[in-house]
């Protein structure tokens, strides 16, 4: 698949020239492109480039399962990279609590596996984990800093449902020192969404509250890395509401000394394009193909759950013509190992599903009282 498309930025930045001038837009199907705000323009990938050069933090808004999001967010942090390695990765995608983790990571022995772990990335964060991979692995092999920039899950929803005054002190620790509710246009902005979508009997200013110590949470992030790097400057990887008309994370991590920043949008096939032109939305536009149906990471669709005693995790269900199914696994099933890699936790077999790239292989089972081997091969779902 032609994925890359006309951005791989890295490379353009060096070798193609300037031109005379941007063209106006003419979205091109299937094609990734970008477009400068507000006046629509296609600028070239190392035009973009050489335009964001001097920004201390570039925020690439994202669709969380748009692939082609992805493979643009790499292709700019290897450009920054390429300029100058003083450059640091933010991402919304882990918590406060697992900077230690993000540290090892990067400049220490554990694997990702292990990242996977003790970031609990599955019960904090969920998307598939293939689509931040790439990035990650990056980051690894060249010493880049990752930063991670969210509140804990369980502040965010405890502020939500009973609002800040209710943190303990402890709980107050972890989300950013300032939080600020008084920003008009995104309160105007959140108070459609609420109202539109009913929550119970939850109260508008919770679920405000919340948002903001999302928002501010991840700016003070975004300011305390730079502050202890003042040479370096960060690409923060993030969904696209949290940076689109500047009120969530820029303006907030401006005023903390984030500064100068530029926004990068993602959207696909030019949806909602004449909306975002005319309001003050992003500094560039990125228009790409809409992602595959499939997320990357071949799907099990097994209900399992830990066993108490014994090796392995319990099969509770199976659901029909899935890669469980045509694999041979069947509701009762205890899983021993996959590929010879021991299973003891329902965590171990998400993590193997998610990291293995052998397309074929087996899994150990224990049933009817005996040990018995499948074959599974994740083209089968396909």
Request: glycine share 8%.
């Amino acid at each position: 698949m032609n994925r890359m498309l006309i951005l791989s930025l890295a490379l353009l930045a060096a070798a193609c020239a300037s031109t005379s001038g941007p063209p106006r837009r003419t979205l091109v199907p299937g094609e990734t492109q970008i477009l400068r705000v507000p006046d629509g323009a296609e600028v070239p990938g190392p035009e973009v480039v050489d335009a964001i050069r001097d920004m201390r933090v570039v925020y690439v808004g994202e669709m969380h399962n748009n692939d082609f999001h992805h493979d643009f967010q790499l292709e700019v942090v290897k450009s920054l990279f390429a300029q100058d390695h003083r450059l640091m990765i933010g991402m919304e995608m882990f918590q406060r609590p697992a900077q230690a983790a993000l540290d090892e990571f990067v400049f220490g022995n554990i694997d990702e596996a292990e990242l996977l772990r003790r970031s609990e990335y599955f019960s904090r964060w969920g998307w598939d984990y293939r689509y931040y991979r790439e990035i990650l692995l990056f980051a690894k092999r060249n010493g880049i800093p990752l930063v991670a920039l969210n509140a804990p899950t369980e502040v965010r929803r405890k502020v939500g449902k009973s609002g800040i005054e209710s943190l303990t002190p402890g709980e107050r620790t972890q989300i950013a020192e300032e939080i600020d509710t008084t920003i008009e246009d995104h309160r105007a902005f959140l108070k459609e969404i609420f109202d539109a979508h009913p929550m119970g009997n939850r109260k508008f200013e919770h679920f405000y509250e919340a948002q903001c110590v999302w928002e501010d949470t991840m700016a003070e992030s975004v300011a305390l890395a730079l502050e202890a790097r003042p040479d370096h400057r960060m690409v923060v990887l993030v969904g696209g509401g949290h940076v689109q008309r500047r009120y969530g994370i820029p303006v907030r991590a401006e005023r903390r000394g984030a500064e100068p920043y530029s926004i990068l949008l993602g959207t696909i096939d030019g949806d909602h394009l004449d909306e975002y032109l005319v309001g003050d939305y992003a500094d560039w536009l990125v228009i790409t193909p809409r992602a595959p149906k499939e997320p990357p990471t071949p799907r099990l669709r097994v209900r399992i759950e830990a066993g108490e005693g014994g090796e392995g995790v319990f099969v509770k269900s199976v659901m029909d013509g899935s890669l469980a199914d045509l694999a041979g696994l069947k509701a009762g099933d205890r899983i021993l190992s996959a590929n010879g890699t021991t299973i003891t936790s329902p965590e171990d077999v998400r993590i193997f599903v998610t990291l293995n790239e052998e397309p074929k292989g087996t899994i150990r089972v224990f049933r009817d009282g005996q040990q018995r081997t499948l074959q599974y091969d994740t083209r089968w779902r396909r």
